[in-house]
DNA sequence: TCACATGTGAAAGATATTTTCAACCCCGGG
DNA sequence: CCCGGGGTTGAAAATATCTTTCACATGTGA
């Protein structure tokens, strides 16, 4: 099962540190030791063999290629390739490095700036880490579907939400599904070449599993929108579209950032689904700015 | 003679093409040979092994070894390391050219590289164009109010759900309304010390005004979050809150950018609010955390 | 044409990487 | 509390890769 990420994941280019935040939930003690030693310190890596690596992280080779082989590269030897690569763009890109947590006692400006900060980075980290095979492969199904269905509940709920708006403003059939009983008994109803979208930033919550599995069965082809691209509800996904996990401070829940992450790929999917259909899109878009205009008080100024 | 440059010469960062240049001359036939190659197609040759490189040159191991020592590594097993960062600053060097509007025929990358792109951009704009004086007041009236109640339609009602979500789970009162009606009637209950929100990107959106101009003449504390500071809801607001507005094209319709900053603005909110009411927010926040993970399956892994 | 110097690659030798496999550790059940 | 059982781990074997050696080829000037 947990081959198909392996496998598809390409070699990766430069969210390294990204790719670690993701899967580190999935990995053992030691091979998380040895991912952060990778993620904290790339060019120090870069110069180490696997000997040496596994010496520094305290673990033995047999973990350091494991750990390679996990973040998607064919052996320790080109993970290493992709560090050096890493070291040589850090050193051009001098990063900023304002990366401070919020703090309780820290004034207005300086939460603004850090947030806003965080944010652009889920964003980075988010468009690198995404798969555009995959999202291509959910772009192609949700244009052609008789019928879009989308869960989620939570936060999640929101972006799902946002998501069937934005299908339904541009003529397709769309509907965002929050309560998890409604949304098994309608997931009843799809067949092949509906489409049923789950949005969970865990991976597990089985409210969002379940319709998505009876969707699944009834031969739905079946979309995920998750930070955990190994966890349970990727069983039922033929397409697997990966959100970021930013570090989350007390004051900063994960859902935060998880939010900013899951609308960015909803975003992606709707431009998507959006140039595809191209033809009635764009009149469809334009008659409905219209008619919220006439919402507004004709004086707009 | 050799041993002037392999010696002086530290591992050699980037202007490898130039090295090459230099040192041809001192060259042997075949070592010219591998060195074209690899600075012809540095990536290409990162991934090749000595025998790759050996036979696509039409040389043999030996020379290869020899070429880079001469170009003043230890040995090939560094200078493909060298190579690797090479790439991957030639890769970094060309910009996919993100300041473009999104086509209709864009690839799917691209689609993704442009959409990150703008929206960090509009992040960035909307906590350069924050008042953190209206900010910090906003943040003083929702800290301290009875209740709380946000008003938005359209697109703009997920952001105001979001943030009703939020204050909710640190233990404030807060409602988001997203039915006209049913807003005024409760607009009608708020009186000093409450706290209205009304957030519309365009500024004139009546059906959101129209409650915030009830709870203003009620006496609560108005808060407007909009794109127009200008614009006619800011007469019944008591602090505003300007997000930004990004450029939109026909396939990138301007709620999704204006959706981008006003949720900044009401994290930004939410994260001040928490600041000052840590003493009861800490607590709210783990309990609800507690209480969502016994919502996933228990097998996280 | 021959002695000599230099360039070259095949193969041996040294390192590094990958795989295998048995010991280990933790966890849940009896 | 003890005892499987499944997953995790590292030592060492197996393999691949890199480096060195060395003998041969090639060309050059007397």
Known sequence: MKEIFSGDSPPAPAALAAKVRTLAPSMTRSMQLVAEAVAGDP??????????LAERTGTSEATVVRTARLLGYPGYRDLRLAL?????????????????????DDPIADVVAKLAYDEQQTLADTAAGLDTVQLGAA?????????????????????????????????????????????????????????????????STGDVIEPLRV?????????????????????????????????ESELRPAAMSSRTSQLLVVD??????????????APALAASYEALAHRHNPRTR
């Open 84 to 104: 050096a690569g890493l070291a040589a763009h850090q050193e051009s890109g001098r990063a900023p490095a304002v990366t401070a947590d919020i703090a309780v």
């Open 139 to 203: 772009v192609a199904a949700a244009s052609t579907a008789r019928r879009i269905d989308v869960y989620g509940v939570g936060a999640s709920s929101l972006v799902g939400q946002d998501l069937a708006q934005k299908l339904l403003r541009i003529g397709l059939i769309a509907h965002a599904h929050t309560d998890p009983h409604l949304a098994v008994t309608n997931a009843v109803q799809l067949r092949s070449g509906d489409v049923a979208i789950a949005i969970t930033h865990s991976g």
């Open 43 to 52: 060019a120090g890596c870069a110069a180490l063999t696997v000997t040496g």
């Open 215 to 247: 969707a699944f069965d009834h031969g739905a082809t079946t979309i995920a929108i998750t930070g955990r691209p190994d966890g349970p509800v990727t069983q039922y996904a033929d397409h697997v579209l990966t959100t970021s996990t930013a570090r």
């Open 268 to 281: 992606c999917l709707f431009i998507g689904v959006a140039q595809r259909t191209y033809e009635t899109a």
